[in-house]
């Protein structure tokens, strides 16, 4: 018989004892916590100013690795989406804006300076350092964040950790999953164990199509 026991559990991380679940399937729900479960990432930037020392292509890979919170029902995929527009509409996208100047010191911007048009999706942390800027030198730009899967881009994996290990029975795993803090790391299980049972049934119904 199959169980699963809760050992640990917070927003930010969860640990299972699983108990007669077959290795596959349990190794299935670690690699679709990691590459299927979708979160936001910024992955279209605007720039209209940058007198900034970095390049805009490095200042756009560091925008695209800050983990921001993700609303799963608020927003699709864009591949979903029927605006097929490269920067997305109101339905599958978020606009971030970054406007910042240094005065006459040098001036640190941290991800709290992004300011979102949803607050329900934003930087998860506000004192990620993105650049020094030195006296008079400026960034403004606007940042599009879209919904994404970690096999498409490591921007949106929405884990940090996501382990499958052996206990001292054979029959028994430890699965853990340390969120980045786009999901909630329950949300992230929940989410991960709702993929796996879809294909699963979309197998058995292509499988019985074919089979006959």
Known sequence: MATIKILES?????????KGIDRVYANALRRFAISEVPCMAIDEIVIHENSSVLYDEI????????????????YILPQDCDCKTSLGCTKCR??????????????????????SEDTRVKPYVDNI?????????KIKLEAYAKLGKGRNHA????????????TDNDSEFHLTIESTGS?????ILLQATSI????????KQ??????K
């Open 183 to 187: 999901l909630p790391a329950n949300e």
């Open 129 to 137: 350092p993105l650049i020094k800027l030195a006296p008079n030198q």
């Open 94 to 115: 978020v606009l971030l804006v970054l406007d910042a100047v240094a005065a006459e010191e040098i001036k640190t911007i941290y991800s709290g300076d992004l300011v």
């Open 196 to 203: 796996l049972n879809t294909k699963l049934k979309d197998m």
């Open 155 to 166: 921007k949106w994996q929405p884990v940090t950790i996501s382990t499958l290990t052996d």
């Open 59 to 74: 200042l756009a890979h560091r925008l695209g690795l800050i983990p921001l919170t993700t609303d799963l029902e608020g």
């Open 206 to 211: 292509t499988i019985q199509e074919n089979v």
């Open 10 to 18: 917070s927003d930010s991380h969860v640990k299972l004892l699983l």
